[in-house]
C-alpha cells in the first residue's frame, strides 16, 4: 500500500505504488481499496473517545442515592442496547457485501 508519514496517519502514495495499482487487475485492485479501507477504519476507530460498559458502570456508581439494584437495571437496559447495536452492524455488513458496482 501507501507509506504512512511519521507521526501522521496521512498515507502517501508513491510512484512505485501507483504504478502497481494502474496494472492491478479487478481482484487485486479490489483487495487494495479493502486493505486502504481497512486501515482508514482503524484509525477512525482508534480516534474515536469511546467508553466501554466498564467505565460507564463505574461512573453510575459514583452517583449518590443510586444503589444496586437500580445500578443493575440500568446496566442490563445499556447491555442490551450494545447487543442490538452489534446485531444490527453484523446484518448490514451482510447485506454490504453485495456491491454491483
Not at 1 to 24: I, L
Not at 35 to 53: F, H, I, P, Q, T
Not at 60 to 76: F, L, P, S, T
Amino acid at each position: 500500500m501507501g507509506k504512512r508519514n511519521q507521526g501522521n496517519t496521512k498515507y502517501s502514495v508513491t510512484r512505485t505504488v501507483y504504478k502497481a495499482v494502474k496494472k492491478y487487475d479487478h481482484q487485486q485492485f479490489e483487495s487494495f481499496c479493502t486493505s486502504v479501507y481497512k486501515c482508514g477504519w482503524e484509525d477512525g476507530r482508534k480516534s474515536l473517545n469511546a467508553m466501554d460498559s466498564g467505565e460507564i458502570e463505574a461512573a453510575i456508581r459514583g452517583v449518590k442515592g443510586i444503589g444496586e439494584v437500580r445500578v443493575r437495571d440500568i446496566m442490563a437496559a445499556i447491555n442490551e442496547k450494545f447487543k442490538e447495536k452489534a446485531e444490527s452492524a453484523e446484518k448490514e455488513e451482510g447485506a454490504g457485501n453485495e456491491n454491483n458496482y
